[in-house]
């Protein structure tokens, strides 16, 4: 089954968020009605469910999201609830792609370029003392947060609040 992000997703209003966006329209982060803020994966609009699940940017809801933002133009243009994705991979329509390469010659016989393309972003907000750098992340392991990248501090692990 090949359904579109865009197919669940819902507006601002209608999921009772705010998305906070910078002066070039970026995508920061959300506040929801009860005053919480709550990270956002940013995703282009056309992706389908699969290619999300599927993509470096499924790691970025261990950040906290709450929403999964749809992008056109780089205008976040409606959101899909983090609960809709995960119905969509418990309900046993979605298959994860296999881990091994395929062919009878193995990797020679693959017939694509190696590692998966960027789909998607979070930026987070570093919470370190005396930070708050906006860093943008493409991958996210919660057992090993990368390195904050703002210069005007020494190095400091990414401090998610």
Known sequence: ??????????????????????????VLGAVTADGDSTPVVVVPADLTFAEFADSDAV???????????????GQPIGLVP????????????????PTTMSGPHG????????GDPQVGVARVRCAHPGC??????TFFDPDRPPPC??????PHPLAIG
Not at 82 to 97: F, P, S
Not at 107 to 114: E, I
Request: negative net charge; proline residues 3%.
């Open 1 to 26: 089954m090949n359904r579109r992000l865009r197919d669940a997703a819902v507006d601002a209003d209608e999921a009772e968020v705010h998305l906070l966006v910078d002066e070039a329209g970026e």
């Open 59 to 73: 790691t970025l809801l261990d950040l906290g999201a709450r929403f999964v933002a749809l992008a056109e133009a």
């Open 82 to 97: 983090v609960e809709t994705i995960g119905a969509y991979l418990a309900g046993g329509d979605y298959a994860a792609r």
């Open 107 to 114: 990797g020679n016989a693959d017939g694509s370029l190696h």
């Open 132 to 137: 708050g750098h906006v860093n943008t992340l």
């Open 149 to 154: 990248a703002n210069p005007a501090l020494p």
